[in-house]
């Protein structure tokens, strides 16, 4: 009976700690993309403007501009 009490303690704990490195890796996982991601949007717009992306980028810009005009007024 003391055998299987503490393999049910065994496999709980097991999955506790499986939960919890689930929990880790998610939280990890988020805040190295935030970073990456408030890194990548500045230097993506420079790298469109120094390779002649400004044409490209003055449409979305106005496509943008629009669609916040819009959600103001509605």
């Given at each position: 009976?003391?055998?299987?009490?503490?393999?049910?303690?065994?496999?709980?704990?097991?999955?506790?700690?499986?939960?919890?490195?689930?929990?880790?890796?998610?939280?990890?996982?988020?805040?190295?993309?935030?970073v990456?991601?408030s890194?990548?949007?500045?230097?993506?717009?420079?790298?469109?403007?120094?390779?002649?992306?400004?044409?490209?980028?003055?449409?979305?810009?106005?496509?943008?501009g629009?669609?916040?005009?819009?959600?103001?007024?509605?």
């Amino acid at each position: 009976m003391f055998e299987i009490i503490v393999s049910l303690l065994a496999v709980w704990l097991l999955i506790k700690a499986i939960c919890l490195a689930a929990k880790l890796t998610w939280g990890t996982a988020k805040v190295i993309a935030t970073v990456l991601l408030s890194l990548a949007i500045p230097l993506f717009i420079l790298c469109l403007v120094f390779v002649g992306g400004a044409f490209l980028l003055l449409p979305i810009v106005m496509l943008a501009g629009a669609w916040g005009l819009m959600k103001a007024c509605g």
